[in-house]
């Protein structure tokens, strides 16, 4: 029977350019492609704008974009002083200080609520600064 020919002569045709955009995938025998096809879309947008790398993890300009947001949020009201930020593959290291502790306890809340997980943090009182050094990873 010829019924199915068409079907048949379009999924040849979709195998060979699937395979193509998908970096050389095969077509899914079940489930819809489409919904695969729109996933590597996203993808590439997000590498295109600067989201994601091309390994898929976040780019430095975008860890950097969510740290700063996060110290913008709460600068003035903490008296935050920067002295250095060291943005590695998974981590976001940060050394800085604020005028009390109570300010820190805000700093803290600002990181968090801006999409990054503090995994460590080192606090001491110097010079009626209250210094940290802080390790983060984003969590979006």
Known sequence: MQK??????LREKFTGEYAAVM???????????????????RRVQNIKSGQLSAT??????????????????????TNLNIDSIAISDKTINVVGSTSSRTHTRTLRKAIEANGLKILQDRLELKANRDNFTITLAPTK
């Open 4 to 9: 199915n020919k068409p079907r048949v002569l």
């Open 23 to 41: 970096m050389g995938k095969k077509l899914p025998s079940k489930g819809k492609p489409s919904s695969k096809l729109a996933s590597e879309l």
């Open 56 to 77: 898929g993890e976040k780019s430095v300009t975008a860890k950097l974009t969510m740290v700063l947001e996060a110290f913008n949020k709460c600068a003035k009201a």
